[in-house]
């Protein structure tokens, strides 16, 4: 980070750790969103220290069966071992760098084993080296050792996570509550369906700040959500240290939405709970069917949504499971638009922190302003010059 903007993040972390514990609830000052120094820093500082979600553990199910992903630069290979073992390894030929496994992120399929396509090198499933083509023996290359580098990994809730410099604390201790919420959904065991990958016109915080709360459904969503989840009904959840929710509750008139678990109350089945995994992840649970989005920042406003979705019944018939995804689109689209005018607003010298609206409706902000400024703020006796 230049020297000059040192000064900048001190006071923005200052700004920031000002927010905890106080009784006044306003939203973060714009330059939060705009600033890109401080979207360097929080990479640095937060993201990729943290626990990120890359996607479900079931897209993989079968040994060699892999997809490759881009997270924070770092190019990652997720594949089923023949030990049916789910590893997250780096992508990366251990010869030049050419990345072994070809494509975009979206590449997947089944392999039998990953060959470079520079030089030939080849890997097993567990990211071992099998073959350096006309290599000087002489090397003795070390085939325990020269090996794809593996990621620290935690499977939560059917969700896989990967941290990216390895430092991280387990996941799951800091989740205990929210796997109490869950518990009836069974969403470890709703199988996965499909998955895409977009680019919004958004800071990533402020897709995370919108998919958590619940005052804009009835506004911005009256026909996908405002007759299924409005706004009143919303009701916010307890927070924990590494998550936040709220309910989404349905008319006592609503349609029943299709099987489920057998262990749901009717409370339960009666609303969608949308919970956020700390930093970046977003979730829709309902009794039927799982939407969720990872993200990752792709410039200070732009955000990169890798975002699927998971059912309960696997016997759904192909047109419901198309119906689902259809309305899921359309609310994305009704929030990328809405997000994109955001981030063009936050840029005006006019913007400023607002008042945040009951706990009900945007409480699960605050929560997440709470943990950024936890993890991220500094209290003014603690700035350094």
Same mark, same amino acid.
């Given at each position: 980070?230049?020297?000059?903007?040192?000064d900048?993040?001190?006071?923005?972390?200052e700004?920031?750790?000002?927010?905890?514990?106080?009784d006044?609830?306003?939203?973060?000052?714009?330059?939060?969103?705009t600033?890109?120094?401080?979207?360097?820093?929080?990479?640095?500082?937060?993201?990729?220290?943290?626990?990120?979600?890359?996607?479900?553990?079931?897209?993989?199910?079968?040994?060699?069966d892999?997809?490759?992903?881009?997270?924070?630069?770092?190019?990652?290979?997720?594949?089923?071992?023949?030990?049916?073992?789910?590893?997250?390894?780096?992508?990366?030929?251990?010869?030049?760098?050419?990345?072994?496994?070809? #494509?975009?992120? @979206?590449?997947?399929?089944?392999?039998?084993? +990953?060959?470079?396509?520079? $030089? =030939?090198?080849?890997?097993? !499933? /567990?990211?071992?080296?099998?073959?350096?083509?006309?290599?000087?023996?002489?090397?003795?290359?070390?085939?325990?050792?020269?090996?794809?580098?593996?990621?620290?990994?935690?499977?939560?809730?059917?969700?896989?996570?990967?941290?990216?410099?390895?430092?991280?604390?387990?996941?799951?201790?800091?989740?205990?509550?929210?796997?109490?919420?869950?518990?009836?959904?069974?969403?470890?065991?709703?199988?996965?369906?499909?998955?895409?990958?977009?680019?919004?016109?958004?800071?990533?915080?402020?897709?995370?700040?919108?998919?958590?709360?619940?005052?804009?459904?009835s506004?911005?969503?009256?026909?996908?959500?405002?007759?299924?989840?409005?706004?009143?009904?919303?009701?916010?959840?307890?927070?924990?240290?590494?998550?936040? #929710?709220?309910? @989404?509750?349905?008319?006592?008139?609503?349609? +029943?939405?299709?099987?489920? $678990? =057998?262990?749901?109350?009717? !409370? /339960?089945?009666?609303?969608?709970?949308?919970?956020?995994?700390?930093?970046?992840?977003?979730?829709?649970?309902?009794?039927?069917?799982?939407?969720?989005?990872?993200?990752?920042?792709?410039?200070?406003?732009?955000?990169?949504?890798?975002?699927?979705?998971a059912?309960?019944?696997?016997?759904?018939?192909?047109?419901?499971?198309?119906?689902?995804?259809?309305?899921?689109?359309?609310?994305?689209?009704?929030?990328?638009?809405?997000?994109?005018?955001?981030?063009?607003?936050?840029?005006?010298?006019?913007?400023?922190?607002?008042?945040?609206?009951?706990?009900?409706?945007?409480?699960?902000?605050?929560?997440?302003?709470?943990?950024?400024?936890?993890?991220?703020?500094l209290?003014?006796?603690?700035?350094?010059?």
């Amino acid at each position: 980070m230049a020297a000059k903007n040192d000064d900048q993040i001190v006071q923005m972390r200052e700004t920031l750790g000002g927010y905890l514990g106080q009784d006044w609830r306003y939203s973060l000052p714009p330059q939060f969103y705009t600033s890109r120094d401080f979207l360097e820093f929080e990479t640095e500082e937060l993201l990729r220290r943290e626990w990120l979600c890359l996607g479900r553990a079931d897209e993989v199910p079968e040994p060699g069966d892999y997809y490759t992903i881009e997270m924070l630069d770092e190019q990652l290979l997720v594949v089923r071992g023949d030990d049916r073992k789910l590893r997250v390894l780096s992508n990366v030929c251990r010869h030049r760098g050419m990345l072994v496994a070809q #494509g975009n992120s @979206a590449e997947q399929g089944r392999a039998r084993q +990953f060959v470079c396509p520079y $030089h =030939a090198w080849s890997y097993d !499933r /567990e990211g071992g080296l099998k073959r350096a083509p006309m290599m000087d023996p002489a090397l003795q290359l070390n085939r325990k050792t020269c090996r794809l580098p593996e990621l620290n990994s935690e499977i939560w809730q059917g969700f896989l996570y990967v941290n990216i410099d390895g430092e991280a604390e387990p996941l799951a201790p800091r989740l205990t509550g929210l796997d109490e919420v869950l518990a009836n959904y069974h969403s470890d065991e709703m199988h996965h369906v499909f998955v895409a990958e977009e680019v919004w016109d958004a800071n990533w915080k402020c897709l995370v700040e919108n998919f958590m709360e619940g005052y804009h459904l009835s506004m911005v969503h009256p026909q996908t959500l405002g007759g299924r989840t409005p706004t009143q009904l919303c009701e916010k959840l307890p927070a924990g240290e590494g998550y936040t #929710g709220y309910r @989404a509750n349905y008319p006592e008139d609503a349609p +029943f939405r299709g099987r489920c $678990h =057998a262990d749901l109350t009717a !409370r /339960e089945r009666g609303c969608s709970t949308l919970f956020s995994i700390f930093p970046c992840q977003v979730v829709s649970q309902a009794s039927d069917i799982l939407v969720y989005m990872a993200l990752q920042p792709a410039g200070v406003d732009k955000v990169r949504i890798r975002w699927g979705a998971a059912l309960y019944d696997a016997g759904m018939s192909p047109d419901e499971v198309q119906s689902r995804l259809d309305l899921w689109r359309e609310i994305n689209a009704e929030d990328r638009a809405k997000l994109a005018c955001v981030q063009a607003g936050l840029k005006s010298r006019h913007a400023a922190p607002g008042p945040l609206a009951p706990d009900d409706y945007e409480g699960t902000i605050w929560d997440f302003y709470q943990y950024l400024a936890g993890r991220l703020g500094l209290s003014a006796e603690h700035a350094v010059a």
